[in-house]
């Protein structure tokens, strides 16, 4: 990104607090990082955690933090790891997240970390417009996924913001927008998370098909699928896309419960 608006903008949305630990994936030249420091300098024990995965990059993020803004150095550290890879152990226990995030990786990249780092409650990303509009859409949107739902399960997403191909250089093909999201709590059920995950995938592999067909799979047989979903209280004639997070975690919920009788 090379206008200063656009990166301010970010940081203004990540709204920092006392106690913020940031997560930044995917710094790059660092232009995200400036603001992000500059939005913490001014409040109370603040730090910042830069995760990326060009070590060249890495190496040279600290010098221009230390060149840009001397104040913030002993606040902020740089990892030199792949995003899809970090944990605790690497990251310690961020509360919130701010990134630029590569189009293709975008999704699985948030979705990992939520699962890894439970201090996570909020963050603003960019990604493609595209990506953006799967993260953000609800049961019943055409764009409604397998990204919205498994997303659903740890937060709530909304767009904050559309971003001018003219920011980036070079210029890319594809158009940007800023994703916000906040955690909440994960739907009540004794299924776990692999589990209603493994419901989403099958529902959705095979989206043209009644969620009688699409889970025959999964289920072991289209009439057992038609079972288990009339048992949670699904319509067996329903498509994956109609359904919310806590449909597909009841659905799991059946099939546990159909295993121990």
Known sequence: MVEQGTVRQIATL??????????????????????LLE???????????????????????PKTIAERVPGMVDRAAVVAADAMQVGEAEVGTPTVLAANLPY?????????????????????????????????????????????????????????????????????????????????????TTASRAEVFQVVDAAFGQRRKTLRAALAGWAGSAPEAELLLRAADVDP?????????????????????????
């Open 104 to 188: 293709n990786v975008a999704v699985p990249v948030v979705l990992h970390l939520l699962a890894e780092l439970p201090s996570l409650d909020r963050g603003v990303v960019m990604v493609q417009a595209e990506v953006a509009d799967r993260m953000c859409a609800g049961p019943g949107s055409r764009v409604y996924g397998v990204p919205s739902a498994k997303l659903a399960w740890y937060v709530s997403a909304r767009p904050a913001g559309t971003v001018p191909r003219s920011v980036f250089w070079p210029v890319p093909n594809v158009d940007s927008k800023l994703v916000s999201f906040t955690r909440h709590d994960a739907p009540p």
């Open 237 to 261: 004639g329903a498509r994956g896309e109609a359904l919310t997070i806590e449909d597909f975690a009841r659905i799991a919920e059946a099939r546990q419960a159909s295993r121990t009788k």
């Open 14 to 35: 990540v709204e920092v607090r006392a106690g913020d630990v940031i997560l930044e994936v995917g710094p790059g030249l660092g232009s995200l990082t400036l603001a």
């Open 39 to 61: 939005a913490a300098s001014g409040v109370n024990d603040t730090r910042l955690v830069a995760v990326e995965i060009d070590p060249v990059l890495a190496a040279e993020l």
